[in-house]
Structures are given as C-alpha cells and as structure tokens.
C-alpha cells in the first residue's frame, strides 16, 4: 500500500502494549524491567517478540530503504524537472544495493532468532 500511495515520508515503531487490551496481557508478565516507554529505546521491544531488537531495527531501515526506492522509481518513470525528483532518482545508487544489503542482514538475524 505505501509503495503504491507514495506518501512523502512513513513511519515506523514497534507495538505498545496498552493496559486493558488483549496485546497487553498477553505480554504482561514480560514488562517487569520495560514498564514504561521511557524505559525503552526507540524500538526496543519491552516485551518478548518473535525476533531480537537488532532485526526490527534493521527492518525498519530496510522498509524505510524499500520505501525509497519505490520512491525514486516512480519518479524515474513519470520523469519532470523538479529537484526533488531529481534528488530522489540519484538516490536509487544507494538505495538499491543498500536496500539488497540489509534484505540479506535481515535473513541473518531471522536465522539467529
């Protein structure tokens, strides 16, 4: 869906667990250290998740990357003289061998989870 709507920027963060939902007694037990989101780091998960903190980090940078790239090619293919379209085209020399970089750290840490 964001790679077809294109939005000017995304956002990502790990779950919260709010009291008085099922997500929060669900990990409950796990929140004894992290009680708060000030005891956290930036998607730092305060509870047990499926993988480590490092490969939701390193996703979010390859989404974010992937965002990118879908980015530079629309404006590759709808080609207009604005700078930020042309930013945006030059920028695919990093975002693709990046983005293919993180995809295989990504399957790494999958494996090691």
Not at 29 to 40: G, V
Not at 73 to 80: D, E, G, R, V
Not at 84 to 113: C, R
Request: no cysteine.
């Amino acid at each position: 869906m964001v790679k077809e709507l294109l939005p000017d920027n995304i956002g990502i963060s790990v779950s919260y667990p709010l009291p008085g939902t099922k997500f929060y007694e669900k990990v409950k037990d796990d929140l004894k250290l992290k009680a708060n989101w000030k005891d956290s780091d930036d998607l730092d998960l305060m509870f047990h998740g499926t993988y480590s903190s490092n490969y939701y980090r390193k996703l979010q940078r390859f989404v974010h990357k992937e965002y990118r790239k879908s980015q530079g090619i629309y404006y590759l293919k709808n080609f207009s003289f604005s700078m930020k379209k042309i930013k945006a085209i030059v920028k695919l020399g990093y975002y693709i061998p990046s983005a293919f970089l993180d995809k295989m750290a990504l399957k790494t840490l999958q494996n090691e989870s």
